[in-house]
């Protein structure tokens, strides 16, 4: 079964400070990849995604992700972060293999704190 | 993208009385509805997947007689906690997708419902 790993449960970083967050997931089969930001008291919302194309894909917030099929990871990345993305990230994979391909597995979040 | 609402955003019931949560597609008419559940510090738990006009499809290890889902309309899914308990404690969140875009979800606020 298809299950997707985020390794840092917190990320405390300073204002303006280059951000990586990281995603992996079990299978190399074929995927769509997935980031959600949860702000607080908010429900999730979408920040990009990754279908098919470029592995590479960008947010209209400066967030960027690149889809690693050899690595199987959708690291989520930043150069410089401000104090409003202090957030719940989510990452989150459906398998296109499976019977229902809009199934979304969810990592357990990255909480990214930004201090100033 | 979709616009959905829940309702209530937080209740409070007895253990053994029912509780039943509202999601709704405020400006799109949704395909497809998705319940999750979310328990502290984890990540968020696919309970069912629902039509409307036909039977939810629950994940394995969802009771689908104590998860009572009704998707009555191409805006409207509830979910009714039946004779709910303590470990029924935790927060429900709902999603949509949209015909022409399946692979993309949009969540609701949700719900945190505690159990006496």
């Known amino acids: 079964a298809q299950s997707v790993t985020q390794l840092d449960s917190q990320v405390p970083v300073f204002e303006e400070a280059p951000v990586e967050l990281r995603c992996n997931y079990s299978s190399s089969v074929s995927v769509y990849l997935f980031w959600y930001v949860q702000y607080p008291n908010q429900g999730l919302q979408l920040l990009l995604k990754y279908l098919s194309g470029s592995t590479l894909v960008k947010s209209i917030n400066g967030f960027e992700a690149e889809f690693n099929k050899s690595q199987t990871s959708f690291h989520l990345r930043k150069p410089s972060v401000h104090i409003s993305d202090t957030a719940e990230y989510f990452c989150?994979?459906?398998?296109?293999?499976?019977?229902?391909?809009?199934?979304?597995?969810f990592g357990t979040g990255t909480r990214l704190q930004v201090f100033p | 993208g979709a616009v959905v609402s829940q309702h209530p955003s937080r209740v409070i019931c007895k253990s053994g009385t029912s509780v039943k949560i509202e999601c709704r597609s405020l400006d799109f008419q949704a395909t497809t509805m998705f319940w999750y559940r979310q328990f502290p510090k984890q990540s968020l738990m696919l309970m069912a997947t629902?039509?409307?006009?036909?039977?939810?499809?629950?994940e394995q290890g969802v009771e689908k007689d104590k998860f009572l889902i009704n998707h009555a309309s191409l805006t409207l899914s509830t979910l009714t906690v039946t004779s709910a308990h303590p470990e029924d404690s935790s927060f429900y969140i709902c999603?949509?997708?949209?015909?022409?875009?399946?692979?993309?979800?949009?969540f609701g606020p949700g719900t945190r419902l505690l159990v006496l």
């Open positions: 999603s949509v997708s949209l015909a022409g875009s399946e692979e993309t979800q949009y």
């Open positions: 629902s039509n409307e006009g036909s039977k939810a499809t629950y």
């Open positions: 989150a994979v459906s398998d296109l293999t499976s019977y229902n391909t809009d199934k979304l597995i």
